[in-house]
């Protein structure tokens, strides 16, 4: 049976009257370089059934091209934000969480097993080389099933219950990918901020790959990148999600043009790019895109005086006021848009960590309960959120479907009361002169919670709960250390306990994936190590022993096998009452509000918003392409 996805697919892709391209390109951004020979004309640049984005329908101004915006980040690595504002996915959401067909002119699917993609007669990639099957091909044979490249094997969304995808080139636009159960997860994780990848373009990379280059020119171009294996030239040269790599063509609205190592990378439009206004005018309408790196400590003051035309990045709900009485002195305004994250902050157990004192002690829940109801959220949202936000377990917010209150409010009532019972009833019954509770091993219960220290936010709340975690007997001190380092010394166990972000996707449907909420990736805190056995197939890492954890798995599982709606949001509640239950991440507050400054000039811009790298891509399913500007910046 085909779905209604089907339908929705067809819907989106429109065809525009080659009329209206002809208007259009009159007043095309790279009609001088059309003249000058250096590409072609519009009606050849784009596909031929370009995807058409009726921009007044979404209660926005048709714009014209033009002009640049400057943004600041904190490191050259943020070039990634381009890839998530820029959201040009195979298929990806539109605003209301609906995905449909993007780059893809097309697809079908049959009960959640098998997937038809068509691609875009005439659709090129950034450097005019045509996009076709043999992308798809290249990326699943010479890419993904080839051990020097992939290593750890298939990503897990191509591998279900065991089984690896079945690839087939129907034709040079058509390509399948089928399971013989359902796989409901793959036009997710190809919506996703950070997409799963299966095409890529293959003439470019194919100079990079032993299999296809001259063993003396692979030779060549390793001594010239200073590398030792073809398999570390290809990955550099291919990486998509952070373009560091000017000359890798893109379906991007815009490509970087700067290479590596810089201060200011320029992000020019994509000539080829597939989508056109109601009008036919070629999108993107804004021409560049100047990212600037920065002390992050800096962003919200150079934001602030005038630095930059777009900025969320490297700003956050304490820079507010600051940020607001620049509007007095700088053409800009400041909106909020509600983050989506569970818990703006949280505090994530390892389960993992190489204490062996305290790895049981914090498998217990009884400890995790005890520590969530010693913090009074009240006192934290009056002082550091003016009560702006909702006092809540790391959870879903009440934008989604799936939300209940009982999620919201397990174990978040301050009751030092019983947090006392619960640490008495768990064995750290005796205390020191400081009232300090003694561990097993006759260690004072001192808890160190790192985190990045990248805002002064984090160490404020830390400060709070480490007066009320004194009154159960529990001692807190503080650890800051660059993100960078938390992965690998959560994976090592080094970490006792983190502050971090919430659940990342706090506004899911049924469709979209729960692994969020078990052991699904090695850069989750609370529980890296199950993580990294999960994502390797078993091959790295341990599995999980505890029943709750197990449960978690067992039902992502299922999750993942069912073909219905009804039965994946019973799995989803079925999850997230057991994950806050269990308390496997301490949640605080959640629906918080994120600052954006924005040009006054910059149209299109909405006014409200959710803001959160998944599922929205922050910007990107507002559809940064049709942003524009009123006058040349």
């Given at each position: ?599 006054k000039k910059l149209r299109n811009f909405p006014e409200e918003g959710l803001y959160g790298f998944d599922p929205t891509s922050y910007f990107g399913v507002y559809k940064t392409d049709t942003f524009w500007l009123e006058e040349g910046n």
């Open positions: 049976m085909i779905t209604r996805r089907t339908a929705l697919a067809i819907l989106a892709s429109t065809a525009l009257p080659r009329t209206l391209l002809g208007a259009a390109s009159q007043i095309d951004a790279l009609a001088p370089a059309v003249a000058d020979g250096k590409l072609p004309p519009l009606a050849e640049r784009l596909p031929k059934t370009p995807r058409v984005i009726n921009v007044a329908a979404m209660g926005r101004e048709p714009g014209r091209h033009g002009g640049r915006i400057r943004m600041l980040i904190g490191s050259a690595k943020d070039i990634r934000l381009m890839t998530i504002y820029g959201y040009a996915r195979l298929v990806g959401y539109d605003e209301n969480l609906n995905l449909h067909p993007d780059v893809l002119e097309s697809y079908e699917t049959e009960e959640d097993r098998i997937f038809t993609f068509r691609l875009r007669e005439g659709h090129k990639w950034s450097d005019g080389t045509p996009l076709t099957a043999e992308d798809f091909r290249y990326c699943w044979e010479d890419v993904l099933l080839n051990e020097d490249l992939a290593p750890a094997g298939l990503p897990t969304a191509m591998v279900i219950d065991g089984e690896a995808a079945k690839f087939e080139v129907l034709d040079e636009r058509t390509v399948r990918y089928s399971w013989s159960v359902p796989n409901p997860d793959f036009l997710q994780k190809l919506a996703a901020p950070q997409p799963l990848v299966i095409a890529m373009p293959s003439a470019y990379l194919k100079r990079f790959h032993t299999n296809y280059q001259d063993e003396e020119k692979l030779k060549e171009t390793l001594e010239e990148e200073r590398l030792k294996k073809w398999s570390q030239l290809h990955m550099r040269m291919a990486r998509s999600y952070r373009p560091e790599n000017p000359d890798l063509p893109t379906l991007d609205p815009w490509r970087n043009t700067t290479p590596l190592p810089a201060e200011q990378f320029v992000f020019e439009r994509n000539p080829y790019f597939h989508r056109v206004d109601e009008n036919g005018l070629q999108l993107p309408y804004i021409d560049r895109f100047v990212l600037s790196v920065s002390s992050s400590a800096l962003i919200p003051a150079k934001a602030g005086t005038g630095e930059s035309d777009l900025q969320a990045a490297g700003i956050d709900f304490v820079d507010y006021t600051y940020l607001k009485d620049a509007e007095k002195r700088y053409p800009v305004d400041v909106k909020l848009w509600k983050k989506t994250q569970g818990s703006r902050l949280a505090l994530l157990p390892n389960l993992n960590c190489a204490d062996p004192v305290w790895r049981p002690l914090l498998r217990d829940v009884r400890v995790r309960r005890a520590l969530s109801l010693a913090i009074n959220r009240r006192e934290i949202n009056m002082a550091m959120f003016y009560g702006l936000t909702n006092e809540s377990a790391d959870t879903i917010l009440p934008e989604s479907p799936l939300f209940e209150p009982r999620f919201a409010n397990a174990w978040i009532a301050h009751d030092p009361d019983r947090a006392n019972a619960l640490l008495d009833e768990a064995g750290l019954v005796k205390r020191d002169s400081d009232g300090i509770r003694i561990l097993p091993d006759g260690r004072r219960a001192q808890i160190v919670v790192e985190t990045p220290g990248e805002s002064t936010l984090d160490t404020d709340v830390l400060q709070l709960i480490a007066d009320y975690w004194q009154k159960i007997g529990i001692s807190l001190f503080i650890r800051t250390s660059q993100r960078d380092t938390f992965r690998s010394r959560a994976v090592g166990g080094e970490i006792i306990m983190s502050m971090w972000f919430g659940i990342d996707n706090g506004v899911p449907t049924a469709d979209m994936n729960p692994g969020q909420l078990a052991p699904t990736a090695d850069d989750q805190l609370q529980w890296p190590v199950w993580g990294l056995n999960y994502i390797s197939h078993g091959e790295m890492g341990v599995p999980p022993e505890l029943p709750p954890v197990v449960e978690l798995l067992k039902l992502l599982k299922r999750w993942r096998l069912s073909s219905d709606v009804a039965e994946r949001e019973e799995i989803w509640k079925e999850m997230l009452s057991i994950y806050t239950d269990q308390v496997f991440s301490i949640g605080l507050v959640n629906g918080s509000l994120q600052p954006i400054l924005v040009t």
